[in-house]
């Protein structure tokens, strides 16, 4: 079964840039989906198919997604973004959802 | 944006059964809903989702033979049910509004309901 890899932590620094990575074998021909997650609170969808943002999302985030690796970047990261961020697939296949480990984000 | 609200916190015992349910406000379910669980400190974990007007759920492999996912789309609401439970199914279940771009049969979460702590436990 399809499998998608995101390391467990990151941190950066206020005002600086983050990147997450969602790894997946030819990733790049999926569409990916990210959600942002702040303790005792549900997901949030920040980016879907690959780039696009809800309205409400920042500016600040973008996505991008090529070969085995899609990113989630945040610019000008706040203490705000300090958070969970999970990457989405659709197995289009199995016609099932499938969550990334989740990336924890610490904003130093 | 649709709001999802879950029904509120349960403690089962060990073998039982639980039900979950999801009222959609201000839009509507249509385009189909999910479950999403999270155990104490681990990631999500899609269930299993529906849509009502096809009123055939699709659930995850691991969930096949325990789980049950309903939909009433005349009142907005959706239900998981989840049998045999056992303390590795204590956890935060979410329900969440599935939608794709049309013509693509890919799908994301776009609302997402509050979370129903499940605890499972003699």
């Known amino acids: 079964s399809y499998v998608l890899t995101q390391p467990p932590s990151a941190s950066v620094a206020p005002g600086e840039t983050a990147r997450i990575t969602c790894g997946g074998n030819?990733?790049?021909?999926?569409?990916v989906h990210w959600y942002q997650q702040r303790p005792g609170q549900a997901p949030v969808l920040v980016i879907y198919?690959?780039?696009d943002r809800p309205s409400g999302i920042p500016e600040r985030f973008s996505g991008s997604n090529s070969g085995n690796t899609a990113t989630l970047t945040i610019s000008r990261v706040e203490a705000g973004d300090e958070a969970d961020y999970y990457c989405?697939?659709?197995?289009?296949?199995?016609?099932?959802?499938?969550f990334g480990g989740g990336t924890k984000l610490t904003v130093l | 944006q649709v709001h999802l609200v879950q029904s509120g916190p349960e403690l089962k015992k060990p073998g039982s059964s639980m039900r979950v349910s999801c009222k959609a406000s201000?839009?509507?379910?249509?385009?189909?809903i999910s479950w999403v669980r999270q155990a104490p400190g681990q990631g999500l974990e899609w269930m299993g989702g529906?849509?009502?007007?096809?009123?055939?759920?699709n659930n995850a492999q691991k969930f096949q033979d325990r789980v049950t996912i309903t939909a009433d789309e005349s009142t907005g609401t959706a239900y998981l049910e989840l049998s045999s439970l056992t303390s590795e199914d204590s956890a935060v279940y979410y329900c969440?509004?599935?939608?794709?771009?049309?013509?693509?049969?890919?799908?994301?979460?776009?609302?997402w309901g509050q979370g129903t702590l499940v605890t499972v436990s003699s």
């Open positions: 198919y690959d780039g």
């Open positions: 030819n990733i790049g021909g999926k569409s």
């Open positions: 989405q697939v659709w197995d289009v296949s199995s016609d099932h959802g499938l």
């Open positions: 201000g839009g509507t379910i249509t385009s189909g």
């Open positions: 969440a509004r599935s939608r794709s771009r049309q013509g693509r049969p890919d799908r994301y979460f776009d609302s």
């Open positions: 529906i849509i009502p007007i096809f009123e055939v759920a």
